[in-house]
C-alpha cells in the first residue's frame, strides 16, 4: 500500500515537473511518470521499496558506517606504540613534511621508474577529486558550477578520466609480475570501482544520447542531494525524472558497496599515504658533530 | 588391540592439533605485539603496485616472485589479514590469507632470510614501505616458532656470552693488543705508546672494532696520526642478534658498548666499518650524551681539519666504491667515503647506480654469517655484473659484510678485482701533515 502511495505521489510530482519548467526532460519523463502512475505488479512494489532504501535510507547507514569505519581503524593505528626506530631513508630532505607531501602527491618514484603507469595514476587522482567536487557541489550550500548547468562540475570528463584509468589498472593487473601479486580482492576493488565509474558515466554522458537531450540535469542531481541533505526521506523520484533512474539506483549501490568496503581495502592509502611518507622522510638521530666537542682541535 | 591403536593414533593427532593451535595462538600474540603504528601504517598501505619487483637484487639475479619485496612482504601481509581483519573471518579468499602453520612457516623463514634488509625498495616504493621492518615480524615468529638460523642465535649468544666474560679475559686482551703495535707502526711509525690504547677514561674517542685485527690495526694508525684521543672498547661492534630480529637480544649487545662509553665519559663512538654495527648503534636504540660516528666520517673529517694527508700516488689503480646499504641509504654516510676516496686514489669511478640507489651485495642480513654461498653468489649476480662494469680493478667499501661478500662474488665471477677496506687504503696512503 505504501508503495503505491509513492508511485502516486511520484506520478504527481513527475507530472508537475514540466509546469514548473525545471527539468528538460520533457516527453520521456512524462512517459516515465505516465508509466509509474500504472498499477504495479508485485515485482514493481519490491523493486520500488528496495530502490527506495538503496537510494536514502543505505545511503546514510553506508556512510555511517564508512564513517565509524575509518575512524575506528585510524584510532587503532594512531593508538598503536610509535615505530622503534628512526626509519628514514637517506640523503634526508632539509623539508621532511614537504618532501613527504612530495612523495604523497606527486609520486615521483612512480614516474622515474614507470611514467606510463605514473600518467594514469595522475589522470586518476585528478578524476577523482574533480568527482568528489562535483559531487559535493550537488550540495545547496556549495556553489562551483552555476545551479543551472546541466552539466555537473568536469561535463563528464572527470568521469572519463577515472574509467579510462581504471581499465588501464585492470588490464595491469593481468600482466607479468603484476599478476603473480595480485590477489582475488585487488580484482574485485577494480571492478567494483570500474562498474561504479560507468554507471556514473552513463549518467553524465549517456544521458545526452537520448533523443530527448539531457534526461536528467545537474539540477535534478542536486534536488536528490538536496533530500538527503535535509534527511526528508523523500522519494527521490520527485525529483529525479527519466528512465535512467534504475541506473542511478545501480551506480547509488555501487558507491555503498564501496563505503562499505573502503575501510577494509587498501584505498585506505587514502588517509594513510602522507603519514606512511613521513617515516621515511623523518630522521631523528642527529647527524651533525657534537656541539660539545673537542672539535676546535689543536695539534698537541 | 586393533581399537585401541587406532584410539592412541586419534589421541596423538588430537593433541599435535591442540598443539598446533596454541601455538599459533602464541604467534598470533607475538605478531600482536610488533604492530607499532608504522607496521599497521605498512601493512594497510600497499596497493601491490608492483613498482618493488626490480628493486630487489635478488630478484633482479633471480627472477621469481618471492623474491620482490612485496612478495616477501605479502606473506606477512596475508597472515596479517587472517588474524587482525575482518577479512580474514569473513572472506579469507579475497585476500588469499595464511593460516600460522608449517607451510607459512617456510614462506616466512624463506621471504626473511632472503631478503638482505637493504630497504632498496624502500626507495622505489610510492609508498615508502620498509620490508626490513615488515620482515622483523617474520622473524619474531620464526624465533617464536623455534625456526629461526640456529647459527645466528649461537652467535648472538655467543656474542653476549663474550662481553659479559670481559672482565676475566680484560689481561688477555691488553696483551694481544700490544702485540699489534708493530703493525700499527709500520703503517704510523709516529704511534704513541701503546699504538693502541685500550679503555682510557676521558679519551675523547671510543673505537669499536670487530673480532680480528683487521678491523683494529688501520683505524688505529690513522687515528693516531691525526692525533686523535680515542682508546679502543673492550666490545665487538657485529651485532648478531640484529641480522637474527631479536631486538632484547640486540639491545643487550649494543647497550654495553653504550654503557661502557659512558663509564670512560668519551664525546664519540666511533664505529668500525660494519653497516649494521654502525646503523644499529646510530639510529636504532636511545641516544645518549655522545655522538655515534661511522669511521669513514671521522676519516673524512681529519682530512676536512688537515689532520692527516693521503698520498694518491701509492693507489695508480682504477678504484670504484660500493656503497654499504646501513651506511649509505640507510644511514646517510653517503658523500663521505667518497672525499676520503678523492683524496687517496687518483683515479675514481662511480659504480652505476650508486649512493641511494646502490644494488645490494646480497651479503647483508646475515647471510654471509649464515654461510649459504649458493644463494649469495646467484643473488649476487647483479652486483658482480655492476662491479665488472666499472672497469675497475679495485673496489673499496666500509662495511665488512660487503667485503666478505664481494671477495666472494670477485672469486666466485672471475672480477679480477682486489676488494678493499677503506681504511686500509687510507691507512697505507697515509703521510705525514704539512
Known sequence: MAGYLVAQAVSAATAAAPASGGSAAGAAADAVSAASSLPRSAFGLVLDRAEYGIMVPLVYAALAFLLAALAARLVRILRAPGPPYQLAIYPAPRLPLLAAMRDAFGMPQVLRRAPLFWAFLMMYHVGILALLLGHLDLFPAIRIVPVGSRHMLGAGVAGLMVTISTFYFLGRRFMGETRKISTPGDYFLLLLLLFLFLFGDLMSWGNSWTASGFVMTKKDFAGYFAILAKLSFADPRTVLHGPHYHFIVIHVLLAELFFVVLPFTKVMHAFLALPVEALRRRTWARRSPPANARLAWKKP | ?434
Request: charged fraction near 25%; hydrophobic fraction near 45%.
Open chain 2, 1 to 434: 588391540m586393533g581399537e585401541a591403536i587406532a584410539a592412541r593414533e586419534c589421541e596423538a593427532r588430537m593433541e599435535e592439533a591442540v598443539n598446533a593451535e596454541a601455538r599459533a595462538g602464541a604467534l598470533k600474540e607475538l605478531f600482536e605485539k610488533k604492530l607499532n603504528s608504522a607496521m599497521r601504517l605498512y601493512l594497510e598501505s600497499c596497493a601491490r603496485c608492483g613498482l618493488c619487483v626490480e628493486s630487489c637484487h635478488v630478484f633482479a639475479s633471480m627472477p621469481q616472485t618471492r623474491y620482490t619485496a612485496v612478495g616477501r612482504a605479502e606473506v606477512v601481509r596475508k597472515i596479517f589479514k587472517r588474524y587482525f581483519k575482518l577479512q580474514g573471518r569473513f572472506a579469507p579468499w579475497l585476500g588469499e590469507t595464511l593460516e600460522i602453520d608449517d607451510a607459512s612457516m617456510d614462506a616466512l623463514y624463506d621471504a626473511a632470510f632472503s631478503c638482505t634488509g637493504c630497504r632498496r625498495c624502500m626507495v622505489h616504493c610510492p609508498f615508502g614501505i620498509d620490508t626490513q621492518l615488515v620482515m622483523s615480524i617474520a622473524k619474531a615468529l620464526l624465533i617464536g616458532a623455534d625456526r629461526e638460523p640456529k647459527i645466528l642465535t649461537m652467535l648472538a649468544d655467543m656474542s653476549i656470552a663474550k662481553g659479559e666474560s670481559v672482565e676475566e679475559t680484560r689481561a688477555d686482551f691488553a696483551q694481544a693488543l700490544a702485540n699489534l703495535d708493530g703493525e700499527v707502526r709500520a703503517l704510523w711509525p709516529a704511534s704513541p705508546t701503546p699504538a693502541v690504547p685500550y679503555e682510557v677514561p676521558g679519551s675523547r674517542v671510543l673505537y669499536v672494532a670487530l673480532a680480528g685485527s683487521h678491523s683494529i690495526v688501520s683505524a688505529a694508525a690513522i687515528m693516531n696520526a691525526a692525533g686523535e684521543s680515542w682508546c679502543l672498547s673492550s666490545f665487538e661492534a657485529v651485532n648478531f642478534a640484529a641480522f637474527l630480529g631479536d631486538s632484547a637480544k640486540a639491545k643487550t649487545i649494543a647497550r654495553r658498548i653504550l654503557d661502557e662509553a659512558e663509564r670512560l665519559g668519551v664525546e664519540e663512538i666511533a664505529v668500525v666499518e660494519c653497516g649494521t654495527a654502525f646503523r644499529y648503534l646510530k639510529h636504532m636504540i636511545e641516544h645518549r650524551g655522545f655522538e655515534v660516528v661511522a669511521f669513514v666520517e671521522l676519516m673524512d673529517r681529519y682530512l676536512s681539519e688537515g689532520r692527516i694527508r693521503l698520498d694518491p700516488s701509492r693507489l695508480p689503480e682504477k678504484v670504484t666504491y660500493h656503497d654499504p646499504c646501513q651506511l649509505a641509504r640507510n644511514s646517510g654516510v653517503i658523500e663521505e667515503p667518497r672525499r676520503v676516496l678523492r683524496a687517496l686514489a687518483a683515479d675514481f669511478v662511480e659504480m652505476r647506480p650508486n649512493r641511494a640507489e646502490n644494488w645490494c651485495c646480497g651479503g647483508g642480513g646475515g647471510l654471509v654469517a649464515m654461510g649459504e654461498e649458493e644463494f649469495r653468489m646467484k643473488s649476487g649476480k647483479v652486483k658482480a655484473d655492476q662491479m665488472r662494469a666499472t672497469g675497475a680493478s679495485v673496489v673499496a667499501t666500509a662495511c665488512e659484510n660487503c667485503h666478505s661478500q664481494l671477495s666472494d662474488l670477485n672469486r666466485h665471477y672471475g672480477l679480477g678485482m682486489r676488494v678493499e677496506f677503506l681504511s686500509h687504503l687510507a691507512a697505507r696512503a697515509l703521510i705525514s701533515p704539512r
